[in-house]
């Protein structure tokens, strides 16, 4: 499996742009990194995935390194309802559906 | 609107009882799961399903059954509960599909107290 790993918090001002980073050193040339989020009192939901090429969404853009060695998930600005903890994931390589959800990165958005 | 849903948000339950966790999802989903989820921890995958009947275990399924008699149901079962069952609960589901890159969705979760 490829573990991940993620600065614990992170703080950011509301409307200003958010890099959140992930390291995934260890990670497969057919496992995809995936991105989901838990804002307060609620399940985890769906950012955004990829495998290669950098990634956008209504949400966020995932920018992937070349290596596949690190990823960074991108808010273009921050709201206040941007404010959970975000999880970046990596595919088990025998399982296709299996999610290994490490601790997160806690994002405060200060108004 | 796309659901998950949890028979309970809040349960209090007493060491030893039989606890039973309900997750309905109505997507025609093939795959669902349950993970728990504790402070410092993230989540922790305890036991998923890949069809009706079928069962695989997670990380940690100590102390843990599951049921999946129908496709759309998926029941956790603590047969025994104890005190550092104490969690939050959380079902999800996805479709079959190919690549490992389907969305999983979740429901609210329950939040499990055994006293």
């Known amino acids: 499996d490829a573990k991940t790993t993620q600065p614990n918090s992170m703080e950011s001002n509301e409307e200003e742009p958010v890099h959140l980073p992930c390291n995934h050193s260890?990670?497969?040339?057919?496992?995809?990194i995936h991105w989901y989020r838990q804002l307060p009192s609620q399940g985890p939901e769906y950012v955004i995935h990829?495998?290669?090429s950098n990634v956008n969404n209504r949400m966020a853009s995932l920018a992937i390194a070349e290596d596949r060695k690190s990823s960074t998930l991108i808010l273009h600005r921050a709201t206040l309802r941007d404010a959970a903890v975000y999880y970046c994931i990596s595919r088990r390589d025998n399982y296709g559906q299996n999610f290994v959800f490490g601790p997160g990165t806690r994002l405060s958005v200060l108004p | 609107d796309v659901k998950v849903t949890q028979s309970s948000r809040y349960l209090v339950k007493r060491t030893g009882e039989k606890v039973f966790l309900e997750c309905v999802q109505d997507m025609d989903h093939e795959n669902m799961f349950w993970y728990r989820q504790d402070p410092g921890l993230g989540l922790r995958l305890i036991y998923f399903s890949y069809d009706v009947k079928m069962k695989e275990k997670g990380d940690i399924p100590e102390g843990y059954s599951v049921s999946r008699e129908k496709k759309e149901r998926f029941s956790l079962i603590l047969e025994s509960a104890s005190t550092n069952q104490t969690s939050m609960y959380l079902c999800?589901?996805?479709?079959?599909?190919?690549?490992?890159?389907?969305?999983?969705?979740f429901g609210p979760g329950t939040r499990l107290t055994v006293l």
């Open positions: 990829g495998l290669t």
């Open positions: 260890t990670i497969s040339g057919t496992d995809y």
């Open positions: 999800a589901s996805s479709s079959a599909g190919t690549g490992g890159v389907d969305e999983q969705f």
